[in-house]
Protein backbone atom coordinates (compact mmCIF):
# COMPACT_ATOMS: atom_id res chain seq x y z
CA UNK A 1 0.00 0.00 0.00
CA UNK A 2 2.21 3.16 -1.28
CA UNK A 3 1.06 6.39 -2.31
CA UNK A 4 1.63 5.51 -6.07
CA UNK A 5 -1.10 2.34 -5.38
CA UNK A 6 -3.29 5.06 -3.46
CA UNK A 7 -3.41 7.68 -6.31
CA UNK A 8 -2.94 5.22 -9.66
CA UNK A 9 -5.82 6.12 -11.05
CA UNK A 10 -6.24 9.59 -10.57
CA UNK A 11 -5.89 11.62 -13.44
CA UNK A 12 -3.54 14.59 -13.02
CA UNK A 13 -1.46 13.59 -10.25
CA UNK A 14 1.58 12.15 -10.61
CA UNK A 15 3.79 9.72 -8.47
CA UNK A 16 6.89 9.13 -10.32
CA UNK A 17 9.04 6.30 -7.92
CA UNK A 18 12.86 6.82 -8.26
CA UNK A 19 13.89 3.38 -7.02
CA UNK A 20 10.79 1.05 -6.80
CA UNK A 21 11.25 0.63 -2.38
CA UNK A 22 10.30 2.47 -0.12
CA UNK A 23 12.27 5.63 -0.71
CA UNK A 24 10.60 9.04 -1.42
CA UNK A 25 8.61 9.15 -4.74
CA UNK A 26 8.26 12.52 -7.04
CA UNK A 27 4.87 13.76 -6.39
CA UNK A 28 3.56 16.70 -8.44
CA UNK A 29 0.06 17.86 -9.73
CA UNK A 30 0.11 19.92 -12.97
CA UNK A 31 3.83 19.76 -13.25
CA UNK A 32 3.81 21.84 -9.67
CA UNK A 33 7.59 20.74 -7.78
CA UNK A 34 8.10 18.37 -10.60
CA UNK A 35 11.99 19.30 -10.46
CA UNK A 36 11.69 19.44 -6.41
CA UNK A 37 13.90 16.01 -5.84
CA UNK A 38 14.97 14.82 -3.81
CA UNK A 39 13.07 16.62 -1.25
CA UNK A 40 9.54 17.82 -2.55
CA UNK A 41 7.55 21.02 -2.67
CA UNK A 42 4.53 22.20 -4.49
CA UNK A 43 2.20 20.81 -2.45
CA UNK A 44 0.36 21.36 0.53
CA UNK A 45 0.30 17.75 1.94
CA UNK A 46 -2.04 17.61 4.72
CA UNK A 47 -3.15 15.11 7.71
CA UNK A 48 -6.84 15.61 8.89
CA UNK A 49 -7.03 19.04 7.43
CA UNK A 50 -3.57 20.17 8.79
CA UNK A 51 -0.11 21.12 7.62
CA UNK A 52 2.41 17.82 7.04
CA UNK A 53 4.42 20.33 4.93
CA UNK A 54 7.40 22.30 6.91
CA UNK A 55 6.87 26.08 7.11
CA UNK A 56 9.70 26.50 4.09
CA UNK A 57 6.99 24.36 1.64
CA UNK A 58 9.14 21.15 1.60
CA UNK A 59 8.32 17.78 2.66
CA UNK A 60 9.09 14.28 3.20
CA UNK A 61 6.54 12.42 1.37
CA UNK A 62 7.21 8.75 2.30
CA UNK A 63 6.50 9.58 6.05
CA UNK A 64 2.72 9.41 5.03
CA UNK A 65 1.10 5.73 5.78
CA UNK A 66 -1.63 5.32 3.25
CA UNK A 67 -2.67 2.53 5.11
CA UNK A 68 -3.46 4.14 8.02
CA UNK A 69 -5.56 6.87 5.54
CA UNK A 70 -9.58 6.42 4.90
CA UNK A 71 -9.44 8.65 2.49
CA UNK A 72 -7.35 11.05 0.44
CA UNK A 73 -8.60 14.13 -1.06
CA UNK A 74 -6.87 15.59 -3.91
CA UNK A 75 -7.73 19.77 -4.12
CA UNK A 76 -6.22 20.98 -7.15
CA UNK A 77 -5.00 24.56 -7.84
CA UNK A 78 -7.88 26.52 -7.18
CA UNK A 79 -9.82 24.26 -5.47
CA UNK A 80 -7.67 24.37 -2.54
CA UNK A 81 -9.34 25.30 1.08
CA UNK A 82 -6.34 25.88 3.28
CA UNK A 83 -5.00 29.22 3.55
CA UNK A 84 -1.19 27.57 3.69
CA UNK A 85 -1.64 26.18 0.24
CA UNK A 86 -0.28 28.93 -2.68
CA UNK A 87 1.16 26.46 -4.64
CA UNK A 88 -0.12 25.61 -8.45
CA UNK A 89 -0.67 21.99 -7.72
CA UNK A 90 -2.65 22.36 -4.48
CA UNK A 91 -3.33 20.19 -1.87
CA UNK A 92 -3.51 16.52 -0.58
CA UNK A 93 -5.46 15.97 2.87
CA UNK A 94 -4.65 12.50 4.40
CA UNK A 95 -8.33 11.44 6.17
CA UNK A 96 -7.02 9.44 8.78
CA UNK A 97 -8.61 6.23 10.76
CA UNK A 98 -10.45 6.77 14.12
CA UNK A 99 -11.67 4.20 17.01
CA UNK A 100 -15.18 4.90 15.35
CA UNK A 101 -14.06 3.67 12.11
CA UNK A 102 -12.35 0.79 12.64
CA UNK A 103 -11.66 -1.56 15.27
CA UNK A 104 -8.14 -3.48 14.43
CA UNK A 105 -6.14 -4.65 12.03
CA UNK A 106 -3.67 -6.95 10.97
CA UNK A 107 -2.27 -7.09 7.68
CA UNK A 108 0.95 -8.65 6.08
CA UNK A 109 2.48 -8.30 2.50
CA UNK A 110 5.07 -10.40 0.95
CA UNK A 111 6.79 -10.06 -2.58
CA UNK A 112 9.30 -9.97 -4.85
CA UNK A 113 12.70 -8.61 -4.31
CA UNK A 114 12.84 -9.12 -0.51
CA UNK A 115 9.42 -6.83 -0.15
CA UNK A 116 7.71 -7.46 3.21
CA UNK A 117 5.05 -5.21 5.19
CA UNK A 118 3.27 -6.03 8.77
CA UNK A 119 0.65 -3.35 10.06
CA UNK A 120 -1.01 -4.29 13.07
CA UNK A 121 -4.05 -1.69 14.30
CA UNK A 122 -6.44 -1.12 17.72
CA UNK A 123 -8.88 1.06 18.16
CA UNK A 124 -12.50 1.83 19.66
CA UNK A 125 -14.65 3.64 21.06
CA UNK A 126 -15.53 4.51 24.89
CA UNK A 127 -18.86 3.31 26.60
CA UNK A 128 -20.17 6.61 26.57
CA UNK A 129 -19.19 7.34 23.22
CA UNK A 130 -17.35 10.60 23.95
CA UNK A 131 -13.42 9.20 23.32
CA UNK A 132 -11.95 7.17 20.72
CA UNK A 133 -8.67 6.08 20.38
CA UNK A 134 -6.77 4.33 17.76
CA UNK A 135 -2.79 3.37 17.64
CA UNK A 136 -1.60 2.29 14.19
CA UNK A 137 2.10 0.28 14.20
CA UNK A 138 3.48 -0.75 10.44
CA UNK A 139 7.21 -2.36 9.57
CA UNK A 140 8.48 -2.43 5.57
CA UNK A 141 11.24 -4.02 3.73
CA UNK A 142 12.54 -4.33 0.56
CA UNK A 143 15.76 -5.67 -0.47
CA UNK A 144 15.21 -3.73 -4.00
CA UNK A 145 14.74 -4.38 -7.86
CA UNK A 146 18.29 -2.79 -8.41
CA UNK A 147 21.54 -2.90 -7.13
CA UNK A 148 22.21 -0.58 -4.08
CA UNK A 149 18.02 0.33 -3.74
CA UNK A 150 17.35 -1.63 -0.43
CA UNK A 151 14.87 0.11 1.96
CA UNK A 152 13.19 0.19 5.74
CA UNK A 153 10.54 2.09 7.11
CA UNK A 154 8.92 1.86 10.63
CA UNK A 155 5.90 3.76 11.77
CA UNK A 156 3.56 4.59 14.64
CA UNK A 157 0.83 6.54 14.67
CA UNK A 158 -2.03 7.38 16.71
CA UNK A 159 -4.80 9.31 17.46
CA UNK A 160 -7.28 10.21 20.41
CA UNK A 161 -10.73 12.40 20.38
CA UNK A 162 -13.21 13.86 22.06
CA UNK A 163 -16.67 14.52 20.44
CA UNK A 164 -19.67 16.50 22.20
CA UNK A 165 -22.86 17.54 20.48
CA UNK A 166 -21.69 20.21 18.47
CA UNK A 167 -17.74 19.43 19.20
CA UNK A 168 -14.60 17.72 18.27
CA UNK A 169 -11.48 17.61 19.58
CA UNK A 170 -8.38 15.27 18.01
CA UNK A 171 -4.85 14.58 18.77
CA UNK A 172 -2.69 13.05 16.52
CA UNK A 173 0.65 11.82 17.05
CA UNK A 174 3.46 10.27 14.49
CA UNK A 175 6.77 8.75 14.61
CA UNK A 176 8.40 7.82 11.13
CA UNK A 177 11.53 6.02 10.74
CA UNK A 178 13.03 5.90 6.87
CA UNK A 179 16.13 4.74 5.68
CA UNK A 180 17.03 4.03 1.83
CA UNK A 181 20.04 3.39 -0.57
CA UNK A 182 19.93 5.37 -3.59
CA UNK A 183 20.59 3.68 -6.58
CA UNK A 184 21.43 6.37 -8.47
CA UNK A 185 19.93 7.75 -12.31
CA UNK A 186 21.58 5.37 -15.53
CA UNK A 187 21.84 6.17 -19.01
CA UNK A 188 19.70 5.11 -21.56
CA UNK A 189 22.06 2.50 -22.68
CA UNK A 190 22.13 1.24 -19.65
CA UNK A 191 18.32 1.13 -19.08
CA UNK A 192 18.05 -0.74 -22.46
CA UNK A 193 20.86 -3.06 -21.34
CA UNK A 194 20.36 -4.33 -17.55
CA UNK A 195 17.96 -1.46 -15.76
CA UNK A 196 19.49 -2.89 -12.49
CA UNK A 197 22.55 -1.91 -12.78
CA UNK A 198 24.32 1.26 -11.14
CA UNK A 199 27.58 2.99 -11.67
CA UNK A 200 31.09 2.28 -9.62
CA UNK A 201 30.96 5.37 -8.08
CA UNK A 202 27.53 4.56 -6.07
CA UNK A 203 29.26 1.37 -4.40
CA UNK A 204 32.16 3.83 -3.70
CA UNK A 205 30.39 6.17 -1.93
CA UNK A 206 27.26 4.72 -0.66
CA UNK A 207 24.59 7.02 -1.03
CA UNK A 208 21.28 6.96 1.49
CA UNK A 209 18.98 8.61 3.41
CA UNK A 210 17.80 8.43 6.66
CA UNK A 211 14.74 10.63 7.68
CA UNK A 212 13.41 10.53 11.22
CA UNK A 213 10.29 12.69 12.07
CA UNK A 214 8.05 12.98 14.98
CA UNK A 215 4.84 15.10 14.15
CA UNK A 216 2.02 16.04 16.75
CA UNK A 217 -1.08 17.87 16.07
CA UNK A 218 -4.37 18.98 17.44
CA UNK A 219 -7.51 20.52 16.15
CA UNK A 220 -10.87 21.23 17.68
CA UNK A 221 -13.98 21.95 15.68
CA UNK A 222 -17.35 23.94 16.27
CA UNK A 223 -20.77 23.96 15.00
CA UNK A 224 -23.00 26.69 16.49
CA UNK A 225 -26.51 27.07 14.83
CA UNK A 226 -24.91 28.29 11.43
CA UNK A 227 -21.59 28.53 12.21
CA UNK A 228 -18.71 26.44 11.80
CA UNK A 229 -15.06 27.29 13.59
CA UNK A 230 -11.75 25.32 13.56
CA UNK A 231 -8.45 25.82 15.40
CA UNK A 232 -5.54 23.72 15.07
CA UNK A 233 -1.86 23.25 16.14
CA UNK A 234 0.79 21.39 15.21
CA UNK A 235 4.86 20.39 15.62
CA UNK A 236 7.06 19.02 13.29
CA UNK A 237 10.53 18.00 14.07
CA UNK A 238 12.90 15.91 11.94
CA UNK A 239 16.31 14.49 11.55
CA UNK A 240 17.72 14.01 7.93
CA UNK A 241 20.91 12.96 7.28
CA UNK A 242 21.24 12.49 3.16
CA UNK A 243 24.72 10.43 1.63
CA UNK A 244 25.06 11.81 -2.21
CA UNK A 245 27.86 10.65 -4.61
CA UNK A 246 29.07 14.33 -4.39
CA UNK A 247 28.10 15.54 -0.91
CA UNK A 248 26.85 15.04 2.54
CA UNK A 249 24.04 17.01 3.77
CA UNK A 250 23.10 16.37 7.30
CA UNK A 251 19.89 18.32 8.43
CA UNK A 252 17.42 18.99 11.65
CA UNK A 253 14.63 20.90 11.44
CA UNK A 254 11.52 22.22 13.79
CA UNK A 255 8.59 23.13 12.44
CA UNK A 256 4.89 24.81 14.44
CA UNK A 257 1.92 26.20 13.07
CA UNK A 258 -1.52 27.31 13.60
CA UNK A 259 -4.70 27.92 12.09
CA UNK A 260 -7.77 29.76 12.56
CA UNK A 261 -11.00 28.98 10.40
CA UNK A 262 -14.74 30.52 10.48
CA UNK A 263 -17.58 29.75 8.09
CA UNK A 264 -21.35 30.78 8.19
CA UNK A 265 -23.67 29.72 5.72
CA UNK A 266 -26.87 32.04 5.02
CA UNK A 267 -29.79 31.91 3.04
CA UNK A 268 -27.89 33.89 -0.07
CA UNK A 269 -24.12 33.83 0.92
CA UNK A 270 -21.77 31.40 2.49
CA UNK A 271 -18.68 33.56 3.95
CA UNK A 272 -15.75 31.92 5.33
CA UNK A 273 -12.39 33.67 6.59
CA UNK A 274 -9.22 31.92 7.77
CA UNK A 275 -5.46 32.99 9.62
CA UNK A 276 -2.55 31.12 9.68
CA UNK A 277 0.57 31.43 10.66
CA UNK A 278 3.86 29.08 10.99
CA UNK A 279 7.51 29.06 11.73
CA UNK A 280 10.84 26.77 11.02
CA UNK A 281 14.23 26.35 12.08
CA UNK A 282 16.87 24.54 10.06
CA UNK A 283 20.46 23.40 10.90
CA UNK A 284 22.42 22.12 8.00
CA UNK A 285 26.10 20.38 7.68
CA UNK A 286 27.37 20.28 4.52
CA UNK A 287 30.33 18.41 3.86
CA UNK A 288 32.46 17.04 0.53
CA UNK A 289 31.72 13.12 -0.28
CA UNK A 290 34.89 11.75 -1.16
CA UNK A 291 35.00 8.59 0.51
CA UNK A 292 38.31 6.88 0.10
CA UNK A 293 40.42 10.09 0.20
CA UNK A 294 42.07 12.42 2.53
CA UNK A 295 39.29 14.48 1.11
CA UNK A 296 36.24 13.07 2.69
CA UNK A 297 33.94 15.18 4.77
CA UNK A 298 35.99 18.36 4.05
CA UNK A 299 33.26 21.28 4.95
CA UNK A 300 31.32 22.97 2.47
CA UNK A 301 29.77 24.97 4.99
CA UNK A 302 27.13 25.05 8.25
CA UNK A 303 24.13 26.97 7.49
CA UNK A 304 20.95 27.74 9.90
CA UNK A 305 17.60 29.05 7.96
CA UNK A 306 14.62 30.50 9.70
CA UNK A 307 11.24 30.59 7.96
CA UNK A 308 7.89 32.57 8.65
CA UNK A 309 5.10 32.84 7.15
CA UNK A 310 1.97 34.66 8.07
CA UNK A 311 -1.80 33.93 6.15
CA UNK A 312 -4.81 35.41 6.23
CA UNK A 313 -7.29 35.06 3.37
CA UNK A 314 -11.20 35.91 3.33
CA UNK A 315 -13.55 34.65 0.69
CA UNK A 316 -17.57 33.88 0.02
CA UNK A 317 -20.09 31.69 -2.10
CA UNK A 318 -22.58 33.63 -3.48
CA UNK A 319 -25.64 31.84 -4.99
CA UNK A 320 -26.61 33.97 -7.70
CA UNK A 321 -29.70 30.61 -8.58
CA UNK A 322 -30.10 27.68 -6.56
CA UNK A 323 -27.39 25.91 -9.31
CA UNK A 324 -25.28 28.72 -9.45
CA UNK A 325 -22.57 29.72 -6.79
CA UNK A 326 -20.28 32.85 -7.39
CA UNK A 327 -17.03 31.98 -5.11
CA UNK A 328 -14.65 34.80 -4.76
CA UNK A 329 -11.92 34.47 -2.40
CA UNK A 330 -8.76 36.86 -1.58
CA UNK A 331 -5.55 35.77 0.52
CA UNK A 332 -2.62 37.78 2.04
CA UNK A 333 0.50 36.38 2.63
CA UNK A 334 4.02 37.66 4.42
CA UNK A 335 6.56 35.08 3.84
CA UNK A 336 10.23 35.58 4.93
CA UNK A 337 13.49 33.26 4.08
CA UNK A 338 16.42 34.17 6.35
CA UNK A 339 19.75 31.72 5.67
CA UNK A 340 23.22 32.60 7.11
CA UNK A 341 26.72 30.15 7.04
CA UNK A 342 27.79 30.08 10.51
CA UNK A 343 30.96 31.71 11.79
CA UNK A 344 31.05 33.64 8.57
CA UNK A 345 29.48 37.17 7.42
CA UNK A 346 27.62 35.19 4.62
CA UNK A 347 23.80 35.38 4.51
CA UNK A 348 20.71 36.08 2.41
CA UNK A 349 17.78 37.56 3.80
CA UNK A 350 14.27 37.58 1.70
CA UNK A 351 10.74 38.27 2.56
CA UNK A 352 7.70 39.17 -0.02
CA UNK A 353 4.31 40.24 1.24
CA UNK A 354 1.93 39.10 -1.80
CA UNK A 355 -1.81 38.34 -2.93
CA UNK A 356 -3.79 35.71 -4.36
CA UNK A 357 -6.66 35.95 -5.45
CA UNK A 358 -9.25 33.28 -6.88
CA UNK A 359 -12.78 33.41 -8.58
CA UNK A 360 -14.59 30.68 -10.01
CA UNK A 361 -18.22 29.56 -10.55
CA UNK A 362 -19.84 26.17 -10.02
CA UNK A 363 -22.80 25.24 -11.81
CA UNK A 364 -25.33 22.04 -11.04
CA UNK A 365 -27.66 21.97 -13.74
CA UNK A 366 -28.57 18.41 -12.23
CA UNK A 367 -28.24 16.69 -8.82
CA UNK A 368 -26.01 14.67 -10.39
CA UNK A 369 -23.90 16.88 -12.45
CA UNK A 370 -21.36 19.68 -11.78
CA UNK A 371 -19.58 22.38 -14.00
CA UNK A 372 -17.18 24.99 -12.66
CA UNK A 373 -14.61 27.50 -14.04
CA UNK A 374 -11.84 29.32 -12.03
CA UNK A 375 -9.52 31.85 -12.34
CA UNK A 376 -6.54 31.61 -9.64
CA UNK A 377 -3.02 33.04 -8.33
CA UNK A 378 -0.34 31.24 -6.65
CA UNK A 379 2.89 32.38 -5.50
CA UNK A 380 5.39 29.80 -4.01
CA UNK A 381 8.48 31.04 -2.15
CA UNK A 382 11.78 28.52 -2.57
CA UNK A 383 13.04 26.19 -0.08
CA UNK A 384 15.94 26.15 1.93
CA UNK A 385 16.69 22.79 -0.58
CA UNK A 386 16.40 25.56 -3.18
CA UNK A 387 18.44 28.43 -1.41
CA UNK A 388 21.29 26.36 0.15
CA UNK A 389 23.67 24.93 -2.48
CA UNK A 390 24.42 21.58 -1.67
CA UNK A 391 27.28 21.38 -4.30
CA UNK A 392 29.44 24.45 -3.23
CA UNK A 393 27.54 26.44 -0.08
CA UNK A 394 26.45 29.15 -2.07
CA UNK A 395 23.21 31.10 -1.04
CA UNK A 396 20.62 31.39 -4.18
CA UNK A 397 18.71 34.68 -4.62
CA UNK A 398 15.45 33.02 -5.91
CA UNK A 399 11.90 35.23 -6.54
CA UNK A 400 8.75 33.00 -5.81
CA UNK A 401 7.36 31.36 -8.60
CA UNK A 402 4.00 33.24 -9.70
CA UNK A 403 1.22 31.94 -11.62
CA UNK A 404 -1.90 32.53 -12.83
CA UNK A 405 -4.24 29.63 -13.49
CA UNK A 406 -7.43 29.56 -16.08
CA UNK A 407 -9.51 26.14 -15.54
CA UNK A 408 -12.91 24.57 -16.38
CA UNK A 409 -14.30 21.37 -15.76
CA UNK A 410 -16.80 19.11 -14.44
CA UNK A 411 -18.09 15.77 -13.10
CA UNK A 412 -21.04 13.95 -12.39
CA UNK A 413 -23.01 10.33 -13.07
CA UNK A 414 -24.34 8.85 -16.33
CA UNK A 415 -26.03 6.50 -14.75
CA UNK A 416 -25.84 5.17 -11.18
CA UNK A 417 -22.97 2.84 -12.63
CA UNK A 418 -20.87 5.13 -14.84
CA UNK A 419 -19.15 8.12 -13.22
CA UNK A 420 -16.83 10.53 -15.31
CA UNK A 421 -14.33 14.14 -14.38
CA UNK A 422 -12.45 16.24 -16.56
CA UNK A 423 -10.79 19.22 -16.18
CA UNK A 424 -8.85 21.36 -18.58
CA UNK A 425 -6.25 23.73 -17.53
CA UNK A 426 -3.78 26.39 -18.28
CA UNK A 427 -1.26 28.33 -15.88
CA UNK A 428 1.41 31.39 -17.22
CA UNK A 429 4.05 31.30 -14.87
CA UNK A 430 7.02 33.30 -14.17
CA UNK A 431 9.99 32.86 -12.69
CA UNK A 432 9.48 29.04 -12.78
CA UNK A 433 12.51 27.08 -10.77
CA UNK A 434 14.29 24.97 -12.95
CA UNK A 435 16.69 22.29 -11.12
CA UNK A 436 20.50 21.71 -13.15
CA UNK A 437 22.02 18.92 -12.73
CA UNK A 438 25.60 17.33 -13.35
CA UNK A 439 26.50 13.98 -15.81
CA UNK A 440 25.82 11.74 -12.99
CA UNK A 441 22.49 12.98 -12.10
CA UNK A 442 23.71 15.15 -8.85
CA UNK A 443 22.12 18.65 -8.28
CA UNK A 444 24.08 21.80 -9.14
CA UNK A 445 21.25 24.41 -8.65
CA UNK A 446 18.50 26.17 -9.28
CA UNK A 447 17.65 29.44 -10.57
CA UNK A 448 14.34 31.57 -11.52
CA UNK A 449 13.72 30.71 -15.80
CA UNK A 450 14.45 34.40 -17.29
CA UNK A 451 11.12 34.32 -18.96
CA UNK A 452 7.31 32.66 -19.09
CA UNK A 453 6.81 29.30 -18.93
CA UNK A 454 3.28 27.98 -19.80
CA UNK A 455 1.73 24.42 -18.34
CA UNK A 456 -1.30 23.29 -19.94
CA UNK A 457 -3.46 20.22 -19.80
CA UNK A 458 -6.21 17.92 -19.55
CA UNK A 459 -7.54 15.67 -16.77
CA UNK A 460 -9.84 13.17 -17.18
CA UNK A 461 -11.16 10.09 -15.83
CA UNK A 462 -14.34 7.21 -15.49
CA UNK A 463 -15.21 4.33 -13.89
CA UNK A 464 -18.19 2.20 -13.66
CA UNK A 465 -19.74 -0.97 -12.81
CA UNK A 466 -21.60 -3.27 -16.02
CA UNK A 467 -23.14 -6.36 -15.43
CA UNK A 468 -21.76 -9.56 -16.74
CA UNK A 469 -23.06 -12.75 -16.67
CA UNK A 470 -23.02 -14.51 -13.46
CA UNK A 471 -21.25 -11.15 -12.30
CA UNK A 472 -19.92 -7.90 -12.56
CA UNK A 473 -17.04 -5.76 -14.48
CA UNK A 474 -15.53 -2.85 -12.41
CA UNK A 475 -13.83 -0.41 -14.73
CA UNK A 476 -11.39 2.33 -14.17
CA UNK A 477 -9.93 4.89 -16.66
CA UNK A 478 -7.62 7.44 -15.65
CA UNK A 479 -6.03 9.76 -19.05
CA UNK A 480 -3.68 13.21 -18.16
CA UNK A 481 -2.55 14.99 -20.97
CA UNK A 482 0.26 17.48 -20.58
CA UNK A 483 1.69 20.05 -22.49
CA UNK A 484 4.53 22.27 -20.61
CA UNK A 485 6.65 24.36 -22.60
CA UNK A 486 9.18 27.66 -22.11
CA UNK A 487 7.45 30.29 -23.93
CA UNK A 488 10.21 32.72 -24.06
CA UNK A 489 14.46 32.85 -23.37
CA UNK A 490 17.23 30.35 -24.44
CA UNK A 491 14.17 27.54 -24.66
CA UNK A 492 11.64 29.22 -26.21
CA UNK A 493 9.35 27.25 -27.53
CA UNK A 494 10.97 23.70 -25.92
CA UNK A 495 9.02 20.84 -24.30
CA UNK A 496 9.75 20.99 -19.88
CA UNK A 497 12.14 18.22 -19.71
CA UNK A 498 10.89 15.50 -17.57
CA UNK A 499 7.13 15.96 -18.20
CA UNK A 500 5.24 12.64 -19.56
CA UNK A 501 3.10 14.14 -22.14
CA UNK A 502 0.75 11.08 -22.21
CA UNK A 503 -0.01 9.10 -18.90
CA UNK A 504 -2.63 6.60 -19.37
CA UNK A 505 -3.75 4.06 -16.48
CA UNK A 506 -6.48 1.72 -16.74
CA UNK A 507 -7.88 -1.36 -14.55
CA UNK A 508 -10.79 -3.42 -15.30
CA UNK A 509 -11.77 -6.31 -12.89
CA UNK A 510 -14.43 -9.12 -12.73
CA UNK A 511 -16.39 -9.13 -9.66
CA UNK A 512 -17.98 -12.51 -8.96
CA UNK A 513 -19.01 -13.80 -5.46
CA UNK A 514 -16.21 -13.58 -3.45
CA UNK A 515 -13.67 -12.96 -6.02
CA UNK A 516 -12.25 -9.66 -8.08
CA UNK A 517 -9.70 -10.18 -10.76
CA UNK A 518 -8.64 -8.80 -13.88
CA UNK A 519 -5.75 -6.81 -16.02
CA UNK A 520 -4.44 -2.78 -15.86
CA UNK A 521 -2.16 -1.13 -17.77
CA UNK A 522 0.40 1.73 -17.44
CA UNK A 523 0.79 3.32 -20.57
CA UNK A 524 3.28 6.62 -21.97
CA UNK A 525 2.73 6.79 -25.58
CA UNK A 526 5.24 9.25 -26.48
CA UNK A 527 8.98 9.74 -25.92
CA UNK A 528 9.81 12.52 -23.30
CA UNK A 529 12.87 14.78 -23.77
CA UNK A 530 15.70 14.61 -20.31
CA UNK A 531 16.91 17.97 -21.82
CA UNK A 532 15.57 21.57 -21.97
CA UNK A 533 17.29 21.65 -25.42
CA UNK A 534 14.65 18.55 -26.40
CA UNK A 535 17.54 16.70 -27.62
CA UNK A 536 15.47 13.54 -27.97
CA UNK A 537 18.05 12.03 -30.58
CA UNK A 538 21.03 11.70 -28.46
CA UNK A 539 19.08 10.49 -25.07
CA UNK A 540 15.55 10.40 -24.05
CA UNK A 541 12.86 8.81 -21.85
CA UNK A 542 10.89 6.39 -24.27
CA UNK A 543 7.47 5.31 -24.10
CA UNK A 544 6.25 2.70 -22.62
CA UNK A 545 3.79 -0.02 -21.89
CA UNK A 546 3.44 -1.70 -18.40
CA UNK A 547 0.85 -4.33 -18.25
CA UNK A 548 0.08 -6.13 -14.91
CA UNK A 549 -2.99 -8.23 -13.25
CA UNK A 550 -4.18 -8.04 -9.78
CA UNK A 551 -6.58 -10.20 -7.82
CA UNK A 552 -8.95 -9.70 -4.69
CA UNK A 553 -10.62 -13.11 -2.49
CA UNK A 554 -12.86 -11.75 0.36
CA UNK A 555 -14.95 -14.36 1.52
CA UNK A 556 -16.00 -12.38 4.83
CA UNK A 557 -16.46 -8.88 5.97
CA UNK A 558 -13.47 -8.83 8.20
CA UNK A 559 -10.78 -10.77 5.86
CA UNK A 560 -9.35 -10.38 2.61
CA UNK A 561 -6.80 -12.08 0.59
CA UNK A 562 -4.77 -10.23 -2.61
CA UNK A 563 -2.65 -10.83 -5.22
CA UNK A 564 -0.46 -8.56 -7.99
CA UNK A 565 1.82 -9.33 -10.91
CA UNK A 566 3.19 -6.25 -12.00
CA UNK A 567 5.34 -5.80 -15.44
CA UNK A 568 4.62 -8.81 -16.87
CA UNK A 569 6.26 -8.53 -19.91
CA UNK A 570 9.53 -7.46 -17.84
CA UNK A 571 9.55 -3.85 -20.01
CA UNK A 572 12.60 -1.68 -19.81
CA UNK A 573 11.55 1.43 -19.10
CA UNK A 574 11.83 4.55 -16.76
CA UNK A 575 9.47 5.70 -14.19
CA UNK A 576 11.25 9.27 -13.85
CA UNK A 577 14.48 11.46 -15.10
CA UNK A 578 16.03 14.18 -14.06
CA UNK A 579 15.78 17.23 -16.31
CA UNK A 580 19.10 18.81 -17.79
CA UNK A 581 19.82 21.75 -19.66
CA UNK A 582 21.37 19.52 -22.55
CA UNK A 583 22.57 16.00 -22.71
CA UNK A 584 25.47 13.52 -23.87
CA UNK A 585 24.90 10.25 -24.58
CA UNK A 586 26.94 9.21 -21.29
CA UNK A 587 24.66 11.35 -18.80
CA UNK A 588 22.69 9.50 -16.11
CA UNK A 589 19.36 11.02 -16.57
CA UNK A 590 17.15 7.83 -16.19
CA UNK A 591 15.38 5.97 -13.52
CA UNK A 592 14.32 2.30 -14.28
CA UNK A 593 11.22 1.15 -13.56
CA UNK A 594 10.82 -2.29 -12.02
CA UNK A 595 11.05 -5.61 -13.67
CA UNK A 596 8.35 -8.25 -13.33
CA UNK A 597 7.49 -8.72 -9.85
CA UNK A 598 4.53 -10.68 -7.69
CA UNK A 599 3.04 -9.56 -4.59
CA UNK A 600 0.56 -10.81 -2.16
CA UNK A 601 -1.34 -9.86 1.21
CA UNK A 602 -3.53 -10.63 3.68
CA UNK A 603 -5.64 -8.76 5.99
CA UNK A 604 -7.78 -9.39 9.34
CA UNK A 605 -10.20 -6.56 10.61
CA UNK A 606 -11.79 -7.41 14.39
Do not use: C
Not at 79 to 99: A, C, F, K, M, R
Not at 178 to 186: E, N, T, Y
Not at 262 to 267: I, K, N
Not at 441 to 450: D, L, W
Request: net charge negative; proline share 4%.
Amino acid sequence: ATLHDALDYQPGVLVQNFFGGIDQPRLNIRGSGVQSAPLARGILLMQDGLPVTDADGSFHISTLEMRDARMISVRRGANSLNPQSNSLGGELDLISYTGRDEGGRLRYEYGSYGREGLQTAFGGVSDDGRFDGRINFTYDHFDGYRKHSSSQRKTVRGNFGYTADNFENRTSLNWTDLRFDVAGPVSEAVLDSDPTEVYPMVWLRDPHRNVEQFRAANRSDWQIDNQRISAGVWYIRTHDNFTTPAYYRFSQSHSEGMQLGWQMETEPVSWRAALAADHMSLETDLMQNRRGTKMDKTPIGKFDGKADNIYASAGAGIHLTPELILNLDLKATHARRDTEKRNSSVSLDQSWTFWTPKAGVIWRPADNQRWFANVSASQEPATFHEIINSSDGRLTKLDPQKGVTFEIGGDGDITEQLKWNVALYRSFIKDEYITTYDSEGNITGVFNYAAKTRHQGLEAGINGVVPAGPGDVEYKLAWTWNDFRFMGGEYNGNYIAGIPRNIVSAEVLYRIGDWRFGPNIHWAPTDMAVDHENHLDIQKRKHYTVLGLRGTYQPADNWSLYMSMDNLTNEHYATTSVANRSVTDKDSTLFPGMGFSVNGGITYNF
